[in-house]
């Protein structure tokens, strides 16, 4: 739904809209990933400090995420040439191996190990890109967004 005050249809038509719409659903999708792959709103605590660390650490891995998942993407749009549809790399799911493995990855000796292994991960598990696809929206009631990760003391 588009809510706006331009209402002189001549000077702001239909069209300009539409075209803006479709130019800002590249940042939704980028609010969508952080608020529900990434969770940038679940702290781990309650202090400014806390929240602030949390924040930036989000970012950081997201970040970390697109730098590698860049040379991914062009392999798998190398290896499904052939294919249907065009491929991209599955980003809610390298957000989960890193989750995993991002202490890991710079506290290792040598994390040419891990590496590999998600470079794997990223050009294996890569999803559809269907142009011009449309699904209705299921509205669902939610609870608690994400629960406590601590315990108030008494």
Not at 20 to 42: F, G, H, T
Not at 77 to 90: G, L, P
Not at 115 to 127: D, P
């Amino acid at each position: 739904m588009l809510i706006t005050s331009l209402l002189d249809q001549a000077r702001y038509p239909y069209e300009l809209f539409k075209e803006l719409y479709i130019q800002r659903w590249p940042i939704e999708e980028d609010y969508k990933a952080m608020k529900s792959r990434l969770e940038v709103e679940n702290w781990s605590g309650e202090s400014v400090e806390a929240v602030r660390q949390d924040f930036h650490a989000t970012f950081f891995a997201k970040n970390l995420a697109a730098i590698l998942a860049q040379p991914a993407q062009h392999a798998v749009q190398v290896q499904s040439a052939h294919k249907k549809y065009t491929y991209k790399v599955n980003m809610t799911h390298l957000y989960a191996q890193l989750k995993m493995t991002i202490v890991k990855l710079f506290t290792a000796a040598n994390p040419l190990k891990l590496l590999r292994m998600l470079w794997q991960h990223m050009t294996k598990t890569i999803e559809p890109i269907r142009p011009n696809r449309s699904n209705p929206r299921n509205k669902r009631v939610r609870r608690v967004r994400y629960p406590k990760n601590y315990k108030s003391i008494p």
